[in-house]
């Protein structure tokens, strides 16, 4: 019995072994055809643009084309959704963010995918929002549109993108961790809400600094606070909403690059090492600087573990909202 115990341990050790090869042989041989990325939104949106310019210098780096496919649909949760399925060979990579990765799965009792169907490989960029309430409130800071929402219980009303985006979240947990009624009003999108703040239709709302920065610069809108734990370089002289009284505060939007779960840890790293490299490139620092987008490039374990946290804090911020979707 001994000796079949010790036949069947040195089976499973040398299927190990050429496991190992076999995987490190293909991801040595990695790339040897163009790489597609799943961008689960239309062109011309952020997560596009963030796709187009990685894509650009890897062609270069890894000495195959490497470029973006448009999947979008049901709020990027169709092209999400189709990413998941496909091999897991290195030729399929994923834009995903916020709302895909760590809302929606929370949102969504159906949903043909989750976090664990995917690797990450690199968080790009994040995307912290600014509270930007209409002129004609008479609130000039965080601790002002508090006072006042306190004093007036249920009539502040608040924008979003949508039941469930990170627009309508972020704004829940601030109304939560100030202890204040105010009303959500849903658009489709944010253009939407935010042409219903010019036009005092609502009082405040949550967007990206690239998003709101111009209504802000031309006096349409007006800016209290960053949902950020720091100030942005883009726009020092705001202050976060945690120095405006609120310890803690810190909710963001954020763009990163995920393949299919299962594929050959060689190739993430490698494509890990690649997309930092990218990061840190003056060419593609100044046009994330020109979309006021601060760059991340954070390890594979470093960007697992802010994937942890983020789940947990959005699936709070979904039941602290009430939101619910069919």
Known sequence: MRVRHWSV???VVALGFLLAVSGALSAQDWPSKPVRIIVPFPPGQGADIIGRLLAERLSVTLGQQVFVENRPGAG???????????PADGYTLLVGGTSAMVINPHLYPKLEYTLRDFAPITNVASLPMLICVTPSLP???IQDLIKLAKQRPGEITYGSSGNGSAHHLIQALFASAADIQIVHVPYKGSVASMTDLIGGRISMLADTLPAVLPQVRAGK?????ITSSKRSPFYPELPTIEEQGLPGFDAI???GF???????????????NE??????TPEIQKRFQDLAMPTIGDTRADFDAFLKN??????KAVRLSGAKVD
Request: glycine letters at 8%.
């Open 310 to 315: 983020e789940y947990a804090r959005w699936g």
């Open 9 to 11: 341990l040195l089976r």
């Open 258 to 272: 995920f393949a299919p779960v299962g594929t050959p840890t060689p190739i993430l790293e490698r494509l890990n």
């Open 275 to 280: 997309m930092v490299s990218a990061l840190k």
């Open 76 to 86: 990027s949760m169709a092209g999400t959704a189709y990413a998941a399925k496909t």
């Open 139 to 141: 609130v000039q800071s």
């Open 253 to 255: 939007a954020w763009a």
């Open 221 to 225: 809108a007006r800016a209290i606070g």
